[in-house]
């Protein structure tokens, strides 16, 4: 007697994938004869209903009937499940970059994409930890830009070990903090350039309690991203009620250091992620012995650097950002800007760190940074001018750390 029906849950792979199983798990985790089936059903719409995914279970169960245009758009998703599935295989088993297939499953159409005339949508890979894992506690949809910031913040956050939190207008950190407490960490961070981060998104590594809540609503904030939220500020919290609050639990568990990809006319590009390091064993120091103040003064400034957009200078001193300079076409403008965004800022702090998130072609940046009162700078060296920057830091007698490893970020 003929099938009527065919209802199919292929072994969780992609579940696998997520709770970062074994090789040997991963193997068992292949299903051989449920994507056969479900292939062989899906062929036969025209006769038989083929179902593959539980979220469709109700909408079947509701209906007396099913048209022809309804199996086949069952059909449809099955050949798109079971092709994301084999490709999620694929990638897993790949050890070459002949070929990359890049799939997603809508999460949300979003209302506009960077500008209202354009469209977007959201999409999410199977496997894979991020974004779509935070619960939206209140607020409006997350837009596209919304989402863009999250990202930036949450990547910038993940390179801190201790208490520690991320504001990010426009892709590129405005303010960040690290301390004692979460308190701490996110007054830091709201006090190193209020009135860029006024409107921005910021993403915080702890719990979010009550003191933190009132210092986080004493400025307007898009977004905020932490993992997790007590109730006391929660209450707190719906006072802005266009605030966009999420929770993510796993936020800085999430391992975001295997690829990242990025479409070109024609194409796409795709690059292992960039990592961070604390303290280098190949950093060099030119100068004085620093102090274990000053190497988690430079640690802290030089993360700091490594997640703005190039060419990018980063000043910070105690755990805050003091002055960013991004974006800029030389190096030397990059250098002004910080400075002056510290000047204006925090003229009452001295001596803060310098950190430059690729080499300094000539000595001139070197030069205006002493006269600004910098005396450590950080940069990872390699231009073919070392020998006079090197010289000119000698010089002036400002200390200077090669960490031999660039942070371009585009």
């Known amino acids: 007697e003929a099938f009527d029906m065919v209802v199919v849950n292929l072994y969780p792979f992609a579940e696998g994938l997520t709770a970062g199983e074994s090789e040997e798990e991963m193997i068992e985790l292949i299903d051989i004869g449920g994507p056969t089936l479900l292939r062989a059903a899906s062929k036969n719409f025209e006769s038989i209903l083929v179902v593959s995914d539980p979220s469709d279970y109700s909408e079947i169960m509701s209906r007396n009937e099913y048209s022809r245009d309804f199996r086949k758009s069952l059909a449809a998703k099955v050949f798109r499940s079971v092709s994301d599935y084999d490709q999620m295989i694929a990638n897993y088993l790949a050890k070459d970059t002949q070929s990359m297939r890049i799939s997603g499953e809508i999460k949300q159409t979003l209302r506009y994409g960077e500008n209202p005339q354009q469209s977007a949508n959201w999409f999410k890979c199977s496997g894979e930890k991020g974004l779509h894992d935070a619960e939206i506690l209140q607020g409006k949809e997350l837009s596209y830009n919304n989402l863009m910031d999250l ?118 590009l795709s690059q292992s992620a960039d990592t961070v390091e604390s303290w280098g064993k190949e950093w060099e120091v030119i100068g004085e012995t620093p102090s274990n103040e000053v190497k988690s003064d430079i640690v802290f400034t030089w993360k700091v650097a490594a997640r703005l957009k190039s060419n990018a200078i980063a000043i910070g001193r105690s755990g805050m950002s003091l002055g960013l300079g991004m974006g800029q076409v030389n190096r030397v403008d990059a250098v002004k800007h910080a400075i002056e965004r510290w000047k204006h800022l925090h003229p009452e702090v001295s001596s803060p760190i310098l950190c430059s998130d690729a080499f300094f072609p000539f000595p001139d940046s070197i030069e205006i940074a002493h006269k600004a009162g910098v005396r450590w700078i950080v940069q990872p060296g390699g231009s073919i001018k070392d020998p006079e920057v090197i010289q000119r830091c000698k010089d002036l007698g400002v200390n200077l750390v090669l960490t031999k490893t660039r942070h371009f970020l585009h």
Do not use: Y
């Not at 070990?161 to 308190?183: R, Y």
């Not at 809540?213 to 109730?231: M, R």
């Not at 975001?256 to 990809?261: A, H, I, M």
């Open 151 to 268: 990202d930036a913040a949450v990547r910038s956050l993940q390179l801190f070990d201790g208490h520690a939190s991320v504001a990010v207008k426009h892709s590129n950190p405005c303010g960040v903090g690290e301390g004692i407490s979460v308190l701490d960490a996110v007054t830091k961070c709201l006090a190193a350039d209020p009135v860029s981060v006024f409107g921005g998104i910021v993403a915080i590594s702890g719990t979010i309690d009550l003191q933190t809540a009132e210092k986080l609503n004493s400025i307007f904030l898009e977004c905020v991203i932490a993992p997790d939220i007590t109730d006391e500020a929660l209450d707190l919290f719906k006072k802005k009620k266009n605030l966009r609050l999420l929770k993510w639990p796993d936020m800085m568990k999430s391992d975001f250091s295997r690829s990242v990809q990025r479409s070109i006319l024609g194409g796409f």
